[in-house]
């Protein structure tokens, strides 16, 4: 048997999605940002759990905090897939004050204290720490390799970025080797890479550890009255100091196809979350979602095809250069370069480009939404218009930095009400 496969066999996942993202400002109002649609069926946790799963890794552990039913919801639903019997498991955590009657989950590091029981039962050698909010797909056997052969305390997963974007992350000096010099919280003037003094190595917020360190290092931690109980903040710059931190390069482990990019996006706020949306509608997107070999699994809900209806002048069913779900009806509207989810309806004389519609939205008559995020279960009254003139669509919706509404139904009932 490879020595990757056995790794992964004695491998577990603890994914951190307790974060709400206040970033993606209305979006977050009800659900956390680990469970915001994504890409059409998906989840924004859904990439996280298929890496580990597509990985190798069948242990998985899941903490959540903020408004954690939609995110809890939807792993009972899709992710129920896992059988015991096969020594697999998939176990959602949520804050529960299991220390005492105050503690919650008081950062990243006390989310796996609290639960260091539960990973004592996976009776695992190695531990991936995951955030859920990002979207990519990497082969975690490829770094939980690195990691073992390399004799660190800790392998940190980075990103190649051009070095005057470095700034908006957390970037690693490293030297010839891929020992980490210096860890750095958002610098100024961010260190290059050894090979290119164009590029610098951002964190990706994925660890690596033997357990049995981690164990004790979390243990310690928890009795550091001065500590934050961070693994950013705490933990990695005191291991990084030491010189025992490794990092992992993205590049390396990244699954896409021959010649395509290293694929990775933070989705944090409305401008990146539709902007990443939309790019799935290119002729080749570099996010390949028609992937049979790293397939990206979520719950699918059972869904008629998609219909299109009515094929008269300026009465069309049809959308271009777009992605449409299942259960979707098309009637009478145009739908360009747009992303609709599961079960949007759409009327007559309707006309949608460049807008990424969640599910279960109703778009009436004569609406004209353009460069727009619709939330779930709207109802787009008839002959509203989004997308076109920013100062009024500022009055009654969220617009963003680079113009794009975002629009929920509690936008739309302050603005009925105020009419």
Known sequence: MPQTRRLTNRSMAFVLAGGRGSRLRELTDRRVKPAVYFGG???????????????????????????????IRHLQRGWTFFRAERN??????????????ES?????ADAVTQNIDIVDSYDVDFIIILAGDHIYKMDYEVMIREHAESGADVTIGCLTVPREEASAFGVMAVDATGKIT??????????????????????MGIYVFSWPFLRQL????ANDPNSSHDFGHDLIPAIVARGAARAHR???????????????????????????????????????????????????????????????????????????????????????NSLLFTQVHTNSFATLDHAVVLPYVTV???????????????VIPEGLIVGEDPVEDAKWFRVSEKGITLVTQDMLDRRAASL
């Open 218 to 221: 979390l243990q310690h931690d």
């Open 104 to 108: 919650w989950y008081r950062g990243t």
């Open 364 to 378: 009436n008559r004569h609406a004209r939404l353009r460069r727009a995020v619709i939330d779930r279960g709207v």
């Open 250 to 336: 993205f590049d390396d482990s990244c699954v896409r196809a021959p010649g395509a990019p290293a694929y990775w996006r933070d989705v944090g706020t409305v401008d990146a979350y539709w902007q990443a949306n939309i790019d799935l509608t290119n002729f080749i997107p570099e996010l390949n979602l028609w992937d049979h070999e790293w397939p990206i699994w979520t719950y699918s809900e059972m869904t008629p095809p998609a219909k299109f209806i009515h094929d008269e002048v300026g009465r069309r069913g049809s959308a271009v250069s777009s992605m449409v779900s299942g259960g979707c009806i098309i009637s009478g509207t145009e739908v360009r």
């Open 88 to 101: 697999e498991f998939l176990d959602i955590l949520p804050a529960s004050q299991r220390m005492d009657d």
């Open 182 to 203: 210096s860890f750095l919280e958002k610098p100024k003037d961010p260190p290059p890479t050894p090979e290119n003094p164009d590029l610098s190595l951002a964190s």
């Open 41 to 71: 069926k998906s989840r924004i946790i859904d990439f996280a759990l298929s890496n580990a799963m597509n990985s190798g890794i069948r242990k998985i552990a899941i903490a959540t905090q903020y408004k954690a039913h939609s995110l």
